[in-house]
């Protein structure tokens, strides 16, 4: 197996190429790093590794969070975004794991290497872990202007890899908004309610944001802003609520044995939550295997990705839900 890393997207260039050769090392795979020639060779002589297994592609461009996302796709074209995209189109690699800019990842997907015949839009699906069941919420940040027919669409694809992905007979669908009644939201909640609930899916109505961890729901659909917000709240809940537990530890009477079991209980309860053992998610509605990992990412959350692509590649997913939203276009 090959994969393609984006080396000049994110935060953390250095990092990136950390983390693709841990993943070398110990999954056994061949990884393509896309990047600036002279700075991963550079990086690369710090590191163990398997020269056999590693190529460097040079791309001296990167595309920024700011930019157009499809005149930056045009105009760029020694970008890390758009190399990586034509080596996954060509077949030179089975997947990609890129910590950069999401625009640009969705308008790669779509105009280098294609839709999946019959999706509109692609959408990230990002799962949560919960009290009762984890959740997946799609989108989570990839479209941030959506309709009821798209919402809709999200919906079944998420239904679909619920399904074929994570084995689950029948995903409990809910829709995000402010209230659990039928008529609660705006003009697009109300539509995409009708929606859902005039369609296959096992639609179990509204769902407020507060709950969402402590449901049984499987897929939570939404669009890309709210999605992203979503998220990201519950990132920054998490982090103050460990930290201020951390702190009101510290300052107790407890002797330090009793301190450092209450910060490891602590931090092994909060474990699933920590966005570095998720290392990425699958670009869903594309005709490849994508992964985007977190701007931030550390060696670590860009190895676990890569760990999160193999399994991708392994289950062929992209072909299952290929062959699921043709049999439903039929």
Known sequence: ?????????????????????EASNEFNVEVILVGREDFISENLSELNY??????????????????????ALRRKKDSSIVKSMELLKSK???????????????????????RIKGIKRAVLPTVIPGLKSNTMIIDSGANMDTDADLLKEFAML??????????????KVGLLNVGTEERKGNSLSKETFEELKNSELNFVGNIEARNITNNDLDLVVCDGFDGNILLKSIEGVVEFSIKNILQTIEKS?????????????????????????????????????????????????????AKYAIDIVESNIVKKIKEKVEKNER
Request: no cysteine; aromatic share 6%; charged share 30%.
């Open 1 to 21: 197996m090959k994969l393609i890393f984006d080396i000049n997207g994110g935060d953390n260039k250095s990092e990136i190429i950390r983390g693709a050769i």
């Open 158 to 171: 998420g239904d679909i890899f619920l399904r074929e992905y994570y084995k689950i007979e029948s995903p």
């Open 50 to 71: 398997d020269r056999n297994k590693i190529e460097i592609v040079d791309a001296k461009e990167n595309i920024e969070n700011n930019e157009d996302p499809a005149f």
């Open 253 to 305: 009477n407890f002797d330090n044995e009793i301190k450092n079991k209450l910060n490891k209980n602590l931090m092994s309860s909060f474990k699933d939550l920590d966005a570095k053992k998720v290392g990425g998610t699958l670009l869903l509605g594309i005709d490849g295997n994508i992964i985007k990992a977190h701007g931030n990412s550390n060696s670590e959350a860009i190895k676990n990705a």
């Open 92 to 114: 030179k690699a089975d997947a990609i794991i890129s910590a950069g800019s999401t625009g640009a990842l969705l308008a790669g997907g779509i105009f280098i290497v294609g």
